[in-house]
């Protein structure tokens, strides 16, 4: 059973145009809220980022906040945060992300978003760390992400025991509780039995 204390959600810096998405990013907050887990995230206050932070703080949680020195400028960080991390630049940030962070989960978000994601899950495939990786899938937003990695999955390019590294649900207590659940493959990809 993994000890979730902290969760890293990656998602849009926009809004989008979906208000079901909206209101489900606001709910994850609550839920962290509730259960006590802090919420890692990159201090945005505005898009699905800001959504989520909102639904922490406003249910009393904890929100640590991560951003890079030059988005500073570019984006609008979140001024209530219970924490706020600067970094030197975006793979500072992920690396920090990381440290703090027990499990991580996306929401609907653009190329950054899917950035986030796959270089977790291949850092997981690697090796590199053993924490759950959890897909919300609000409104079947990913559907058709999903049917790529199916397909990489029938020709070849991707195993099915790393596929599975991937949790995925439309439902975020059955996330969280897949989460919890996770039991990592042993052995990392590019590594045999016999070495460390």
């Known amino acids: 059973m993994n000890n979730l204390n902290s969760i890293c959600v990656f998602c849009g810096s926009s809004e989008g145009n979906d208000t079901h998405i909206i209101s489900q990013a606001f709910l994850l907050g609550e839920k962290l809220a509730q259960q ?3 919420l890692v995230y990159g201090a945005a206050k505005i898009g699905i980022m800001g959504q989520v932070a909102k639904g922490v703080l406003e249910h009393k949680g904890k929100v640590i906040g991560v951003i890079p020195e030059f ?33 991580f ?27 759950p ?14 049917g790529l990695l199916e397909n990489m999955v029938r020709r070849g390019f991707l195993k099915m025991e790393n596929y599975e590294l991937l949790l995925v649900d439309k439902d ?10 996770f039991k990592p493959v042993q052995v990392p990809k590019w590594l045999k039995p016999d070495r460390t």
């Open 36 to 38: 006590e887990i802090t």
């Open 71 to 103: 988005l500073k400028l570019k984006e609008v960080i979140h001024q209530g945060l219970s924490e706020l991390i600067t970094t030197h630049n975006m793979h500072e940030r992920k690396m920090k992300m990381h440290q703090l962070s027990d499990g």
């Open 105 to 131: 989960i996306t929401l609907p978000g653009g190329f950054g978003t899917l950035e986030e994601l796959f270089e977790i899950i291949t850092w997981s495939q690697l090796g590199l760390h053993q924490k």
């Open 133 to 146: 990786i959890g897909l919300l899938n609000i409104g079947g937003f990913y559907d058709d992400l999903l």
């Open 172 to 181: 975020m207590d059955k996330l969280l509780e897949k989460m919890r659940a």
